[in-house]
Nanobody, 123 residues
């Protein structure tokens, strides 16, 4: 079992920045691919970013490329999502997830989920 706890959400003006954190516990952090997803009101959950420890690579959905950065600290068992140049359309609940695969872009590829953290971007 892996437990994931997100933090760092909040209210920010458009153009601002936030850094989300996801603290993992339960198993060796680096054995899992880690991802961030988000779900806006009335919309389906969507992939945002992922990091593959085994491949040493990161992946982003097109709408956040150049603005968001996923990273991790194995010593702290924590993955981060640095979000810059935030837009109102980034408003959503952001979820951290862990997969036993190298990585994935579909929610069903992930085995463990956090409870989510709200990000609200005002215009």
């Amino acid at each position: 079992q892996v437990q994931l706890v997100e933090s760092g959400g909040g209210l920010v003006q458009a153009g601002g920045s936030l850094r989300l954190s996801c603290a993992a516990s339960g198993r060796t952090f680096s054995n899992y691919g880690m991802g961030w997803f988000r779900q806006a009101p009335g919309k389906e959950r969507e992939f945002v970013a992922a990091i593959s420890w085994s491949r040493g690579t990161t992946y982003y959905t097109d709408s956040v490329k150049g603005r968001f950065t996923i990273s991790g600290d194995n010593a702290k068992n924590t993955v981060y999502l640095q979000m810059n140049s935030l837009k109102p359309e980034d408003t959503a609940v952001y979820y951290c997830a862990a997969t036993q695969r190298a990585w994935g872009i579909r929610g069903e590829e992930y085995d463990y989920w956090g409870q989510g953290t709200q990000v609200t971007v005002s215009s």
